[in-house]
Every structure is written in C-alpha cells, then in structure tokens.
C-alpha cells in the first residue's frame, strides 16, 4: 500500500527556536497534504491542508505566521514551528490522500518536545 | 458540518470475550466513515472504511462495523479480543458532498484488553 513517511521522528529543541518536519508520500504523489496536531491523551486536530502550488489553508485558530507550510513538490510537504515555545510540544501527523481519495495514509508522526 | 462522537473513552474487556465501540456521527452530506487504531509510539492504521457500498464492512483482524443510517452509528465490533488489540481507536469521518478530503475524529477509545 501507499507509503508516507515523516522525519525526524521525534526532536527536541530549545525555546524561540525553528523546527522543520518533512512530510514524503513515498510511492504516490499528493497535490493536497493534512497536517494533524495530537496532544497527550487526546485525539487528533487538523492545524491545516497543504496544497502543491498554492498556499496551504488554515484551520480557525491555527496560527499561520507560526506555523509555516510549504508543499514543495508533489511528494513533499514540510511544516515549520517557528519560535517554538512549551506548549507547541506535541506529536505532529501528516496525511495524504490516496489514488482514490477516500482512504488518507498517515505518516508515522513528529513528536515535538520544546524545553 | 461533520462531526463523530466516541460514545466511551475507554473499554475494558477479557481476552477471548467481544469487543464493542461505538461511535456516531453528524453529517450534512453522504459520509465516508473510517475506523483507525493507533498502538502506542506507531503511526495510524486503517481497520476498516464505509464509502455507500454494503452496510456491513469488514477489517483487517478480525474487526467489522456496520453502518446505520437510521441511527447514525458505526460502531465497531470483533467477535474475540486478542491482547495485541489493546490500543487507540479512532472513529473518523469524511464528508464527500463537500469535496473537503480532510478527516475528522472522534475523540477515541482506549481499548484494554484483560488476560
């Protein structure tokens, strides 16, 4: 089946700082990405779609100056934290659409644990 | 708008015994539902996807669900629980008619399964 992946898996950074996640399909390619938030013990909220070629599109409350997407190809989405504080530490997943557009295929989440 | 709701945060059951979780769901238009499980420190599965064909669907492992428009449920149910289907399971719902792909989840069911 079709394969997404993510890196790194998990990180941890200093406060104020800039973390990049890359979301690939491996075997198919996505014009359109998610981007999904989980915190501890919660489900998982979707922050924003990636559109290749366009701007992505935000979900209400999700700060876009924050957190920066760009789907530079048809295979690649990246999300970056920018001045990364306490509260952003959480496991970020990404997903995308597969040939037939009924099933998403997750990439195996970011843990993200800013100090 | 969509919208699932997981009727019990957790469940507990004996291995060998069935398994039940349940879900309902809202949703303006013809729904694609999906049942994701999630094991710890692993990315997301699919158990099993409705899309308007037979009302009963199966899964991998064993799991089924059947969809009930009348009663907006698609509860999830296994005959014998296994140990290694203790996880999270996600209820997930996809509007088709407003050809938004994004997924919407239920808030999830942690499975325990006793031995």
């Known amino acids: 089946g079709a394969v997404v992946s993510q890196h790194p898996s998990w990180v941890i950074c200093k406060s104020g700082t800039s973390v990049k996640i890359e979301c690939r399909s491996l075997d198919f390619q996505a014009t359109t990405m998610f981007w999904y938030r989980q915190f501890p013990k919660q489900s998982l909220m979707l922050m924003a779609t990636?559109?290749?070629?366009?701007?992505?599109?935000?979900e209400q409350g999700v700060e876009k100056d924050k957190f920066l997407i760009n789907h530079a190809s048809l295979t690649l989405s990246t999300l970056t934290v920018t001045s990364a504080h306490p509260e952003d530490s959480s496991f970020y997943i990404c997903?995308?659409?597969?040939?037939?557009?009924?099933?998403?295929?997750f990439g195996p989440g970011t843990r993200l644990l800013v100090l | 708008a969509q919208s699932v709701t997981q009727l019990d945060s957790h469940v507990s059951v004996s291995e060998g015994t069935p398994v039940l979780l349940r879900c309902n769901y809202s949703?303006?238009?013809?729904?694609?539902l999906f049942w994701y499980v999630q094991h710890p420190n692993k990315g997301l599965q699919l158990l099993l996807k409705?899309?308007?064909?037979?009302?009963l669907v199966k899964g991998i492992n064993g799991f089924e669900a059947e969809f009930k428009k009348s009663e907006t449920s698609f509860h999830l149910t296994k005959p014998s629980a296994h140990m290694s289907d203790a996880a999270e399971y996600f209820c997930?719902?996809?509007?088709?008619?407003?050809?938004?792909?994004?997924?919407?989840f239920g808030s999830g069911t942690r499975l325990q399964v006793q031995p």
């Open positions: 949703s303006s238009y013809s729904p694609s």
């Open positions: 409705y899309t308007s064909a037979a009302t």
């Open positions: 997903s995308a659409p597969g040939r037939g557009q009924e099933t998403q295929y």
């Open positions: 990636s559109n290749e070629g366009s701007k992505a599109t935000y």
């Open positions: 997930v719902v996809s509007d088709r008619g407003t050809g938004r792909r994004a997924l919407t």
